[in-house]
Nanobody
Framework: QVQVVESGGGLVQAGGFLTLSCTAS????????MGWYRQAPGKQRELVAQ???????YYLASVQGRFAITRDNAKNTVYLIMNNLKTEDTAVYYC?????????WGQGTQVTVSS
């Protein structure tokens, strides 16, 4: 059974930090590139960061230098380390493969950044 579980979200003040975790079943993780996506109210879901199996990454321009994506292949886990959070980072964050597969979407984890 395919399973993706995101955690680590919460309420934080602007300038604060959070670390998100995503544990995916092995069948998903073995597909290679994993990504963190987010969806803010009234907006389309967007890819925030991605990481290949060898560790090479990509970041959305607005989070470059503030967010870092890492993965632990032995634990089938991907992390998103978010620093200097801004109010515009408020969204539900999801992880999925890249490109995303519809049946792999989990419940996501809410990140709310207050001013």
């Amino acid at each position: 059974q395919v399973q993706v579980v995101e955690s680590g979200g919460g309420l934080v003040q602007a300038g604060g930090f959070l670390t998100l975790s995503c544990t995916a079943s092995g069948s998903i993780f073995s597909l290679g590139t994993m990504g963190w996506y987010r969806q803010a109210p009234g907006k389309q879901r967007e890819l925030v960061a991605q990481i290949s199996r060898d560790g090479s990454g990509y970041y959305l321009a607005s989070v470059q230098g503030r967010f870092a994506i890492t993965r632990d292949n032995a634990k089938n886990t991907v992390y998103l380390i978010m620093n200097n959070l801004k109010t515009e980072d408020t969204a539900v964050y999801y992880c999925n493969v890249v490109p995303a597969v519809a049946r792999y979407w989990g419940q996501g984890t809410q990140v709310t950044v207050s001013s």
